[in-house]
Each structure stands twice: as C-alpha cells, then as structure tokens.
C-alpha cells in the first residue's frame, strides 16, 4: 500500500512537471528574446519633446567679462540629477571666485556639459560648468580657477 501511494505521488509529480515545463520553456524564451537580440533605439518621451539647448550655444562668448562672472550665488531652486561621486580625499566646503579648484574635481565626469538645463549661464570659451557636490562651479580650464559658484543647485 505505501509503495503504491509512492508511485502515485512520483506519478502526479511527474504529470505536473509535464503541464509546467512547456509554459517554463515559453517564458524563458520569451525572457531571451527580449533580453538577447539588439537593443532598440530609444524613443521619444511620450507626451513631451526633449529639451534643447539654447539657441547659439555652439557660440559661446570670446571674452571674458570678470565683472559679470565674478559672483557666489545661492540658488533659487535646486535639481535632482543624482548622486554625485567625489574624487578619493573629498571633503566637502564651499568654493568662492578667485580660488582655485584641485584638478581632480574638475574632470570630464563632472562637467556640466547640459548646463542650460540648471539654469546656469554660456560658458565663455575656455571655461566650463562643473558640478561640485551640490553646487555649481565655473571654472577656469587652464588654471581651475573657480569664476562664478553656485551654491545648492542640487538636492
């Protein structure tokens, strides 16, 4: 009698392994072809079209202007864009103009290089919008020095 009950639960084991294992099959292969084969070319948000940046920025100012630039602001409204990873040794304090920023905090992976987005202004040419924790530095790229903060342009 349990021999028998044996056979009949490996038996009923065995009949759902059969009624499951096509559906599994199916869904892993399913699971491979989206997973597998190319990637699609991304598209378009739905319901907006992605922003561009401003007209003539491809030209960007020639000169400049110390006394325009020459500023600490504090932000009236700060972004989400995500965590930001520090050069090794960082410890955070706020950068003013005229002092120079470790070329280590201002390297291609902290470039603001879709700064109209955070509302800063044309970089002059020579110099770029870097992101320095929560704040906005522009700099000088032959020197670092840094000519115009913004502080708390991110959350």
Do not use: K
């Not at 028998?4 to 639960?9: G, M, P, V």
């Not at 065995?14 to 997973?35: D, K, M, N, Q, V």
């Not at 006394?67 to 050069?87: D, E, K, L, T, V």
């Not at 919008?129 to 342009?153: C, F, K, T």
């Amino acid at each position: 009698m349990f021999a028998l009950s044996c056979n009949r639960r490996r038996l009923a084991a065995a009949a759902a392994l059969a009624l499951i294992l096509p559906t599994l099959a199916l869904s892993a292969g399913a699971f491979e072809r989206r997973g597998g084969g190319p990637a699609e070319v991304q598209r378009a948000p739905h319901g907006y079209q992605r922003m561009e940046p401003p007209r003539g920025i491809e030209q960007r100012p020639r000169e400049f202007d110390r006394g325009y630039f020459a500023h600490n602001f504090q932000a009236h409204r700060g972004y989400r864009i995500g965590p930001w990873r520090a050069p090794a040794g960082y410890a955070y304090r706020r950068w003013h103009y005229g002092e120079f920023l470790p070329r280590a905090y201002w390297g291609p992976e902290f470039v603001l290089a879709d700064f109209w987005l955070f509302g800063l202004d044309i970089p002059p040419v020579g110099y770029e919008w870097v992101r320095y924790g929560p704040d906005a530095l522009l700099i000088d790229l032959r020197s670092g020095e840094v000519v115009q903060s913004v502080y708390d342009n991110f959350l």
